[in-house]
DNA sequence: TTTTCGATTTGGATCGTTCTAAATTCTGGG
DNA sequence: CCCAGAATTTAGAACGATCCAAATCGAAAA
């Protein structure tokens, strides 16, 4: 009559114990039903499922976790989620594990590597099978580095580490810079400005790289006065572009490092009474879904970000089945997208 | 010699009795070191401390949780994660948890009520301690409801559903667009538009009620063609305001449901040849960044996302704690800015 | 040299599952 | 009615931490 002691304990929670008792099963038989095994009669099945429904049982997936060692579990590190094309890639990314049958958490490290540091060890505390991560500003390579040694299966995604050794699903940032330099080129531009990233990430650095190499093979000089770093933003854009205007011999064109600059550039020339489209060229990046709708349209690059989330997620299975594998990468191709935002030179 | 059998498999795990071993302290005393404890001497924390660092040694959370029946955990989920207001909102919820020493998982929910239980039930089976939630359209009343019965910490963030019986932490969107409706009013604008927002969502209902009961104090008749209803997007707001100026008495001004919408309905206005902030009157709704970017700026109200997200962790903090304390709701006040898409009736 | 008492350390049970090996129950054929 | 072999079910030991009560240690007091 006092079997179970703990019954004083205030908001008891209902375990496997329990439901096996109610059911009249063991705890085995119970579990075997959860996991939905084969073994077990259909008729016990049904039972069992009764009296979890009765009971209102909730499955402990943490205690599950302890014995299995797998936990279906998928850590994502965004480097900036309030950034769009960031926040689209993140939405592929969880939709491309859920279908997949993963549960997948989701962190904002603010471009702030410590809180992406923070992130990964609480994931690796908590044994998730992976980890994909769109890399921070100023992310240590030893710390990524490291990841590989502690053999944590972790893809990095649209960011890459040069010498991490981690697998990585990303884009061709450098062709599709060049493509577009290459377009304004051909529409008769000669003083092209770059506007926009740093060389603190890869994206940065690879686009940049496009724009002088891209000049370079066309025999074009580079003006380093039409190259202006810095992180994304409308209002760096708009900065840019103004103070680029009054140079002696200004640009006629702008290659932007993404679309938010563009937009920026775009507000900017208005705000000095310049029509882009028709007195400036004005070239984005990204194609976020605003890109189309302004007026004049923005021409840009378009990333196929449903691609790199579900090349990120495949990586990373395939990395948790075989930690030994070689290091893989996958790069989406760009797609030059021609709108009403570019034009030749004007005058 | 051969004490642990175990020794052949894969990647053995180092556990708390690895590091006891190494250290030469028993179990207990680790823990007790892990946890921050007074109790143990310094020299010995100082011992396990450096085994620690030696082994490489990774705490499990799941095996610690199992026992303590405390995570430290919040699952936040979201209902549109690439809408920017709620990318704002997540981010500062994190932040807010982060600030308080507790571990973030981040879900979006994408306004589809089966991934938003989905992540619920997960986040129940891995013993989160709280949850905050966004509603996806169209959630379920009886669903919330149960969260409450079933003794889940959880609020309600800037989406309200009446009846839950949950705690909210949210906006004052009727007074919102109350001050921007009285504010119109003022400047002579006696057909006034509505546009965008759906009753599927409590923001929908509070901002079109604000509308109308506000026509209605200032005596102005509520003209149903004046109102136009639809899911936030810049297209829609372009191709409604089209639509809108083609009626044989046409609004002068727009209320719109958010600043998304109000940069289409801009937008739109531009295509046909009439200037936003001349020519026409345009109210958004969030001041999100680029708001003031927009020539001309766009008139606005600002929520306080920062203080909707630390209210939020607060209220659920609290919750946590005390699980029967009478509901509680906080509301952040709106702020009218009036910038320059805002002008007395043309004509 | 004992005692005593606070400061440290520890053994062992426990959290809620899964898994292995073995036990039990069914079946149909002889 | 018995028995082999398949179909089900189960006991009990993990998994890796925490926590309680009790053991041990040290230094000061007697």
Same mark, same amino acid.
């Given at each position: 009559?006092?079997? /179970? ?16 008792? $109610? ?13 939905? %095994? ?36 998928? !850590? ?32 904002? %490290?603010?471009?702030?590597?410590? /809180? ?21 500003? #100023? ?18 995604? %649209? ?14 940032? $450098? ?12 529409? #008769? ?14 994206? !940065?650095?690879?686009?940049?790289? #496009? ?31 103004? /103070? ?28 000095? #009474?310049?029509?882009? !489209? ?30 790199? !989330? ?28 021609? /709108?009403? %935002? ?6």
């Amino acid at each position: 009559m006092n079997e /179970r002691p703990k019954l004083l304990r205030a908001r008891e929670r209902l375990t496997l114990r329990d439901l096996a008792a $109610h059911a009249g099963v063991s705890r085995a038989t119970v579990s075997l039903v959860l996991a939905k %095994s084969p073994l077990v009669a259909e008729k016990t099945r049904a039972r069992v499922l009764e009296s979890a429904r009765l009971l209102g049982y909730v499955y402990n997936r943490g205690a599950a976790n302890l014995r299995t060692r797998r936990t279906h579990t998928i !850590g994502v590190a965004i480097n900036e989620i309030t950034n769009p094309y960031f926040t689209g890639l993140t939405a592929e990314i969880q939709r491309a594990f859920l279908d997949l049958g993963r549960t997948v958490f989701i962190s904002n %490290s603010d471009e702030d590597p410590a /809180r992406q540091e923070q992130f990964i060890s609480t994931m690796r505390e908590y044994n998730a099978d992976g980890l994909v991560i769109c890399p921070a500003q #100023g992310t240590d390579l030893d710390s990524m580095r490291r990841l590989r040694e502690q053999g944590i299966a972790c893809v990095l995604m %649209s960011r890459d580490i040069a010498g991490s050794g981690l697998d990585y699903a990303g884009h061709a940032n $450098h062709r599709g810079i060049s493509l577009v330099t290459e377009h304004l080129i051909g529409l #008769g531009h000669r003083r092209i400005a770059m506007i926009g990233g740093v060389d603190l990430t890869s994206t !940065g650095r690879e686009r940049r790289a #496009g724009y002088r190499e891209t000049l370079a093979a066309n025999g074009l000089p580079l003006a380093p006065e039409l190259v202006v770093t810095g992180t994304p933003s409308r209002s760096m854009g708009a900065d840019a572009i103004k /103070r680029l205007l009054r140079l002696d011999d200004p640009p006629t064109a702008a290659v932007c490092f993404n679309d938010v600059i563009a937009f920026g550039v775009m507000l900017g020339l208005r705000q000095v #009474g310049r029509e882009p !489209g028709r007195d400036f060229a004005v070239f984005g990046y990204d194609d976020l879904a605003e890109a189309e709708l302004w007026t004049p349209a923005l021409s840009t690059v378009g990333i196929d970000s449903h691609a790199i !989330g579900t090349a990120a997620a495949r990586l990373l299975l395939e990395r948790i089945d075989n930690p030994d594998a070689p290091v893989k990468r996958e790069i989406s191709q760009p797609r030059l997208i021609i /709108r009403a %935002s570019g034009c030749p030179p004007a005058r």
